[in-house]
């Protein structure tokens, strides 16, 4: 096995994904970044080149939770989804970010549904 081709992989996943799916300010990207400890969110209008909003499990209030890195996952999403709704945004684009749709990604994003915001 080659060095970092699980990375070189994602990456070309990432660029593939990132040609399909661009935010506007009416309707923002959902970029989702996963490390092995947290996971970071953002709201980014593309055509502005900003960031609206942002949210991490490494915030005080989410750390501060007790529960597994899934149930963390969960609160991002709602924590994100109540940003963009004080933003007046109700509509998003999802970017995964190269990651599978599944474990902490589909939380944070099942979490933002729960929350109110449409995809």
């Given at each position: 096995m080659k060095t970092g081709s699980k990375l070189v992989r994602r990456q070309k996943i990432r660029h593939?994904?990132?040609?399909?799916?661009?935010?506007?300010?009416?309707?923002?990207?959902?970029?989702?970044?996963?490390?092995?400890?947290?996971?970071?969110?953002?709201?980014?209008?593309?055509?502005?080149?900003?960031?609206?909003?942002s949210a991490s499990s490494a915030d005080k209030d989410i750390k501060a939770q007790k529960g597994t890195k899934i149930e963390k996952s969960k609160l991002v999403g709602a924590t994100i989804a109540q940003?963009?709704?004080?933003?007046?945004?109700?509509?998003?684009?999802?970017?995964?970010?190269?990651?599978?749709?599944?474990?902490?990604?589909k939380a944070v994003a099942d979490g933002a549904r729960e929350a109110g915001l449409k995809f």
């Open positions: 593939s994904i990132r040609k399909k799916v661009a935010g506007t300010p009416a309707r923002p990207r959902l970029s989702v970044y996963r490390s092995n400890a947290d996971i970071y969110v953002q709201l980014i209008d593309d055509v502005n080149g900003a960031t609206l909003a940003k963009a709704s004080a933003l007046g945004l109700e509509a998003v684009v999802f970017d995964r970010g190269g990651n599978l749709y599944h474990g902490r990604v």
